[in-house]
């Protein structure tokens, strides 16, 4: 037993021997692992938290009243509603279900509406199908002329309908999601408790015989569905072609942002096949102008993706001057095929901060110099310029369209850039976006003027009689009206009917598509108030915002030609009726409090008359 136990001592003392090193080991290597510093890390606690699957929008929002949904008849609800009101993600729809839509339009017209659909149970495979729109004598609409669009939620950072919003920062903390982006669809799971809204089209096709149209739309889920129905009364008026609208649309355009969201080369073939469809929803909506860069960000950086320059300048080794006009030229083309083609606008004689970008021949670096606009160097430099840009204008034909932009600048210094321009050529077209100063009035063949700080009637009138467009803009203010995501809907279609009352010839705007980080979910960008800097989403997706101002422009097209028959009739009722309309357009230049039920029925009062 003794030998026994001697043995098994023997053994086991063999066996620590063998383990202690390894203990050793990992005592020794294993503690330091988790202190010590390695190339490329990151302080956990500054990641992001990781998710299964890409969320397409956030979800953090819940009900004001959380006990609303205990009210609601489970399973699918479907409702058409307004689109001149947002719809919350999860609040309970107030309005009652109606399940039938009745629209009047003009052909070539745009019809819009939504469909609210909602349930306190979670639906799967969400979807509709759509049917022709057949009139009594058989007539159709087809199916193809109704579009259906998901509406999705992105961040704002302030509440809906805010009055306070402001350039600097937000007073309020928390975050807000507000409907707005446009998103193709198939099908979609609706999670219990939830709203989502659908945005539904018809474009009546410019040959449609007048007359009224009716058809139906299921919508369906896993285990039931809502039959709607759907009236349209087609008109024997034709809207124009958006190319051929006489309202002058100016959103800015940043073009480099599309190559960036895609990750592609800047202006290589797969960019320009992006524009091209990124372009189209522009021309669609009426666009006039093409907002092209003379100059290497011009707005002092402000923009999250930096605006190029289109126009390159370079120094060469002998000190004279040559410029590289083939990005200008590529993006004005393009615009142009998109039908985008009544004028073009070069930005700018006076970059925020006077940074001119050159490059340097003989070093090949880029060099940023300084030149106000009052100085002997700013001049010299831009009679060089504008002869060579001049010259390169006339050869491509798009003189006679062509604009130099100027930005909401220091008088003295505007004065002494448009005093250049002028001296170099009187033929030269200047465009100024700012407040109103009699003294700018005449020297600018394009004047915008921000709202609020505009002409009186009077004024106006006088630009108008000597062939000088004017429109009025809207940008980080006013709070109100505006186009921000959180801007009731209806404030984009009444900007135009204001252009209609002032006697505007149409509306500018910064931007079409200064897009954030994250515009996809998320609508802020600095201090600014959400949505201010772009109107479109990626993949060349509308929004709700865009389309109630398309609504709006069409109104405004549909009232100069009203107006244009008007004249020509020698009809003394509809001479009064006229008369009648235009004592009521004054409203919208008297509005100053814009409530949001007030605004809306201002807007749809005047369509019916």
């Known amino acids: ?113 939504e469909i609210l659909i909602w349930s306190p149970d979670t639906l799967q495979q969400v979807r509709i199908s759509l049917n022709d729109l057949i009139s009594s004598s058989g007539k159709r609409i087809s199916r193809n002329s109704i579009q259906l669009n998901l509406i999705r939620y992105v961040l704002s950072n302030y509440p809906y309908g805010a009055k306070d919003a402001v350039c600097g920062e937000t007073p309020y903390h928390n975050a807000y999601l507000m409907p707005d982006r446009f998103e193709p669809f198939e099908r979609f799971d609706l999670p219990g408790k939830t709203v989502r809204p659908v945005w539904l089209s018809i474009d009546i096709p410019s040959g449609a015989e007048p007359g009224w149209y009716s058809g139906n739309i299921v919508v369906h889920t896993t285990i039931s569905s809502i039959t709607m129905q759907l009236k349209v009364h087609v008109q024997n008026q034709v809207l124009p072609a958006p190319a051929d609208w006489k309202y002058r649309l100016d959103l800015w355009q940043n073009p480099w942002v599309i190559a960036w969201r895609n990750h592609v080369k800047p202006w290589s073939e797969e960019h320009k096949i992006l524009l091209k469809k990124h372009l ?218 204001y252009s209609a009352a002032c006697g505007y010839d149409g509306f500018l705007r910064w931007a079409y598509d200064a897009w954030p980080e994250d515009p996809d979910r998320d609508a802020r960008f600095g201090s600014w108030p959400a949505g201010d800097c772009f109107l479109v989403y990626p993949g060349a997706n509308s929004s709700v915002r865009f389309e109630k101002l398309r609504e709006g422009i069409v109104d405004f097209e549909k009232i100069r030609i009203l107006k244009e028959q008007v004249i020509r009739s020698s009809d003394k009722n509809i001479q009064r009726l006229w008369h009648a309309f235009e004592q009521y357009l004054s409203l919208f230049t008297a509005e100053h409090e814009f409530n949001e039920e007030k605004i809306t029925n201002e807007v749809n009062n005047g369509r019916d008359m």
């Open 1 to 113: 037993r003794n030998i026994q136990t001697m043995t098994l001592i023997s053994s086991v003392r063999r066996h620590v021997k063998r383990i202690y090193p390894v203990l050793g080991f990992i005592t020794v290597f294993q503690i330091p692992a988790f202190a010590q510093q390695f190339p490329g890390q990151v302080d956990s606690s500054l990641l992001p938290v990781l998710q299964m699957h890409y969320r397409a929008e956030y979800t953090f929002d819940a009900p004001l009243d959380t006990g609303a949904w205990l009210n609601q008849k489970g399973g699918l609800h479907a409702a058409f509603v307004s689109t001149d009101k947002a719809h919350f993600r999860t609040e309970v729809p107030e309005q009652k279900e109606s399940v039938s839509y009745e629209g009047t339009g003009w052909r070539g017209e745009r019809l819009n509406t």
């Open 280 to 497: 189209q929803l522009y021309a669609e909506a009426g666009g006039k102008y093409i907002t092209t860069y003379a100059v290497h960000s011009p707005w002092a950086d402000n923009s999250y993706s930096i605006e190029g320059g289109m126009i390159e300048w370079i120094k060469k080794k002998d000190g004279k001057w040559a410029f590289d006009y083939s990005i200008f030229d590529t993006y004005v083309t393009l615009a142009m095929q998109a039908g985008i083609n009544k004028a073009i606008t070069i930005y700018t004689a006076i970059p925020w901060g006077d940074r001119f970008r050159y490059k340097d021949e003989a070093s090949g670096n880029y060099v940023n110099e300084f030149w106000a606009p009052d100085s002997k160097t700013y001049r010299d430099h831009w009679d060089i310029f504008l002869t060579d840009l001049k010259t390169h204008l006339q050869k491509k034909g798009w003189f006679e369209k062509t604009y130099i932009g100027i930005n909401e600048n220091e008088m003295s210094q505007t004065l002494a850039a448009i005093q250049v321009i002028k001296d170099h050529s009187k033929s030269w077209k200047i465009t100024y976006a700012g407040n109103w100063h009699k003294e700018l009035d005449s020297l600018l063949d394009d004047y915008s003027f921000l709202y609020g700080e505009e002409p009186n009637a009077s004024q106006l009138k006088q630009r108008a009689k000597r062939g000088a467009t004017a429109t009025f803009y809207v940008c980080c203010n006013p709070a109100k009206p505006n186009n921000f995501v959180f801007s009731p809907p209806i404030e984009g279609r009444w900007i135009s009917w």
